[in-house]
């Protein structure tokens, strides 16, 4: 009887620590996803940019024209850690 309560223990501590170990993998993993898609768009943006009208590195603040002659602003707070694109139609946070 006591083999067997070690081997239930033994494997109970293993998948608590392999559910705990997967659930960190898959944070990582939506936090990897969230950082490659607010990239790309940036990256699209620069890109296609006509015109830096702005740059803040104080203000941590980048504005600039796109091919269509609209202006996109980008704000990152480091304080909330949030990235804001804004053009003339919307507000995007990542």
């Known amino acids: 009887m006591g083999i067997m309560g070690l081997v239930s223990l033994a494997v109970c501590s293993a998948m608590i620590f392999s ?21 790309d768009m940036m990256m699209a943006d620069l890109r296609g940019a006509t015109l830096v009208t702005y740059w803040g590195s104080a203000s941590n603040e980048l504005w600039i024209n796109d091919a269509n002659g609209q202006q996109v602003k980008y704000l990152y707070d480091s304080t909330a850690r949030k990235l804001t694109r804004t053009d003339n139609i919307s507000t995007r946070t990542f």
């Open 19 to 39: 559910g705990r170990s997967f659930q960190g993998v898959n944070n990582y993993t939506d936090l990897d996803d969230k950082s490659r898609r607010s990239l």
